[in-house]
């Protein structure tokens, strides 16, 4: 797969050779003077074909256009006025740009930009206003783009119909997100609604992508936070630095974390043929986290682009419970008292490589890949303690895994035209597990492979957006010496049409998962001597049928959405228990197929530094040979921001969640948080909290399957108040390179069982 793709870029790259252009030029002011940092975007029927910049000395350059054709010229630049113009391509390849200096002022951060925003077969894109760029926090300047919420208390870019968002830096996934720009240095922000196969495993529904603009000034980013709960509980800290210009820089993050108590108080309640238990009691967890990243980033070229990458985390969790209560025998009609003892210590180390590479053939034919090494070590030692009456058993676990996990991406995009684009690409995940028992020396082996290869095309004509995306997946599994291949397709069509403020979209997708070690693990992970809980090493991927419309509507700040979801899993990996000689065991099997009905409905509301919204969702489990599940989700939120001060509150309820055999009814908000903010200077934050305002969170669960029955009631800590301090230090800090922690920071946090 790997040869064809290559192959298909030399094609593509001699091709492209025969039918593309450069447009080259000068941009200077009325003294002749060279203007740096403009903005230049070229277009053809109402779409963006091309974007540059220009440079120190004011030239700029954008390749891959067609020849012996009319092209529109847009360049921008914040102290200047815009210049709209065209070029016949077939008489000239060289255009002087001669600006004017603008006499515009703007007086609110919420005017969006100083120029109309630019629509493209995509999205839009969007140009920073004045007070944008010089605001000095990237959350606070992109406040003004429309179709997101950004939250710079929490340092969040969200979108306003709750899509999955990706963060692009100069059309690349790997970039230090957002945080590390300064909105100076930013040159447009581009909006894409119509997001293809290379993005969709990533699970987004929009993209925002940031250009930035170009300088060899070195620059020094620095970043120290600390942040705790009161009483001293819980909290992080850690700097994050970085130094060079934008050919080649050194980051390095670190940041320690702790949790002192993490408290909860539940009782439950246990009937099988043989006995009823019921006890009460507490459980406590203590952490200590290291997470550390260093990244070295090259750009030896325009048309280069390399990172590497080292980050590992350390992680050590203890735990404790301590439960009392009654065990009732039903065959000796006995009445015992319980009492219980549990601790669990698990430490994990994780150690990932990365390497990333993205190579531009042109404006419009593009190649990335990356490689991924990931070393994982867990260990975990489990002991409980049982007394009945004046019998008293202890049980142990002592299992160790180590992992090794190779990963490779590698695509090509090739923007055919303004309305018309390919990706091809593959992935190949591998990954190799070995869990040993130290008790008595027992081993398990898994070994797994997915290779994922996909074509996309996508198309923009008047309105109407299409993305079609047809792969195959190629899954081999390994487990304990059972092996099983799978070759499945995979799948995925959406359609969107955009006229005025309304956009109607339809999309369908088919798609595979292959069970995690977890749901594989053959051992015992329990030390209840009345509860074997292992997974299954037979089981098989899941298949899942999605289909969803929508309705979308966003006029002026206001943004209205609603859809209705679909999805039917086949040989979904759902939860299985039995019960044989007194004791509950519990597994997986591949028992899941099952419909999901789900309708929403969405409502927010933007208006300079105010925004408020809420999210209202109703969803239908249907399992065979049961009864349908129903519940009921609703959130909502509100954002203000005024002068140095911002408020930030969020809450979330849902009434009931469900499983095959277990259904949970939540009595309190699982979420609803308060924040206060203050910046005593553009450099420095203080912030203040309090979590769950409504208190400790409560619910219920039961638990029914094959004459095994258990219910509870649980309780978490009571609500917390937290702070957190941000200083940031920047200097010529808008001519860094960026790169994509979402991208790089793809590690595990060790191997849960």
């Not at 940092?37 to 779409?47: G, R």
């Not at 800290?237 to 539940?266: A, C, F, M, Q």
């Not at 601790?343 to 990356?370: A, E, I, N, Q």
């Not at 203050?678 to 934050?685: A, C």
Request: charged share 20%.
């Amino acid at each position: 797969m790997r040869n064809i793709i290559l192959l298909f870029a030399a094609f593509f790259s001699l091709t492209l050779s025969a039918q593309e252009m450069e447009l080259t030029g000068f941009v200077c002011n009325d003294e002749n003077t060279p203007i740096t940092n403009a903005t230049v975007i070229v277009s053809q029927n109402d779409s963006v074909i091309g974007i540059g910049g220009s440079n120190e000395e004011g030239k700029f350059s954008v390749a891959g256009l067609p020849k012996n054709t009319k092209v529109g010229i847009y360049i921008h630049h914040l102290n200047y006025q815009v210049i709209t113009d065209s070029v016949d391509l077939e008489t000239s390849d060289f255009y002087l740009a001669k600006m004017h200096e603008s006499s515009i002022e703007l007086d609110s951060i919420t005017v969006v930009g100083t120029r109309k925003p630019i629509r493209t077969p995509y999205g839009h894109i969007y140009f920073l206003s004045k007070e944008a760029a010089e605001c000095g926090n990237p959350f606070k300047a992109l406040q003004e783009i429309p179709k997101l919420y950004s939250n710079y208390i929490t340092e969040n870019l969200t979108s306003v119909d709750g899509k999955g968002l990706l963060i692009l830096v100069d059309g690349s996934k790997v970039n230090t997100g957002i945080k590390t720009i300064d909105p100076s240095r930013i040159s447009s922000v581009e909006v894409i609604d119509v997001v293809s196969s290379k993005y969709l495993r990533t699970g987004s529904g929009r993209i925002v992508n940031i250009h930035l603009k170009r300088s060899k000034t070195i620059y020094t980013y620095l970043m120290f936070g600390f942040g705790n709960t009161f009483p001293w509980k819980s909290g992080w800290t850690g700097p994050t630095i970085e130094v060079g210009n934008s050919k080649l820089s050194l980051y390095i993050d670190i940041t320690p974390s702790w949790n002192r108590h993490n408290r909860s108080r539940s009782s439950t309640t246990t009937t099988t043929a043989n006995y009823i238990r019921d006890i009460h009691g507490d459980a406590d967890s203590r952490s200590h986290n290291w997470d550390y990243t260093t990244m070295l980033k090259w750009r030896p070229t325009k048309k280069d682009y390399f990172i590497y990458s080292f980050q590992g985390y350390d992680s050590h969790i203890r735990s404790f419970s301590n439960f009392t209560g009654t065990h009732e025998n039903l065959e000796a009609r006995a009445v015992m008292n319980y009492s219980s003892q549990a601790k669990t210590d698990r430490k994990s180390h994780v150690y990932t490589h990365t390497l990333y590479y993205k190579h531009d053939f042109s404006r419009s034919l593009t190649l990335d890949g990356s490689g991924r090494y990931t070393y994982n070590r867990n260990r975990q030692y489990a002991t409980e303690s049982q007394t009945l009456s004046d019998y008293t058993f202890d049980t142990w676990q002592d299992l160790t895994t180590k992992r090794h996990a190779w990963n490779q991406e590698l695509n090509l995009s090739w923007r055919i035209n303004g309305n018309i684009s390919l990706d091809i690409g593959n992935a190949t995940d591998y990954s190799t597990n070995n869990i040993r028992q130290m008790d008595n020396g027992s081993s398990y082996e898994f070994k797994g492979l997915n290779e994922y290869g996909y074509v996309s095309l996508a198309m923009n004509f008047s309105g109407l957006s299409t993305v079609i995306s047809s792969g195959v997946d190629y899954m081999h599994l390994n487990s304990a010496g059972v092996k099983n291949d799978y070759t499945r397709p995979n799948a995925s069509i959406d359609l969107s049409y955009e006229k005025g403020i309304s956009t109607t979209s339809l999309s369908y997708m088919l798609t595979n998962s292959q069970p995690t070690i977890a749901y594989l693990n053959p051992f015992n992970t329990s030390t209840d001597s009345l509860e074997y809980v292992s997974g299954n090493p037979k089981l098989v991927p899941e298949r899942t049928h999605s289909l969803r419309f929508g309705q979308n509507i966003y006029y002026k700040g206001l943004n209205l959405n609603a859809e209705v979801c679909y999805n039917y899993a086949k040989d979904g990996i759902m939860d299985a228990s039995y019960y044989r000689d007194g004791v509950h065991y519990a597994t997986y099997d591949n028992s899941g197929h099952f419909h999901f009905f789900s309708f929403q409905g969405s409502a927010s509301y933007h208006y300079q530094r105010f925004s408020v919204g809420t999210t209202a969702r109703y969803g239908v489990f249907d399992y065979e040979g049961q009864k349908k599940k129903k519940y009921f989700f609703l959130s909502a939120f509100a954002n203000w921001y005024w002068k140095s001060f911002g408020i930030n509150t969020d809450i979330e309820y849902m009434n009931k969640s469900h499983s095959l055999y277990t259904e949970s009814r939540f009595h309190r908000p699982y979420q609803s948080n308060l924040v206060v903010a203050y910046n005593v200077n553009p450099n420095l934050i203080l912030i203040l909290g309090w979590r769950n305002i409504y208190g400790k969170l409560k619910y219920e669960s039961d638990y029914n399957v094959s004459g095994y029955h258990s219910f509870t009631k649980f309780k978490n800590t009571d609500s917390q108040v937290f702070f957190t301090v941000r200083w940031t230090f920047r200097k010529n800090s808008k001519d860094k390179i960026n790169i994509d922690e979402s991208k790089i920071k793809q590690h595990e946090k060790g191997v849960s069982l």
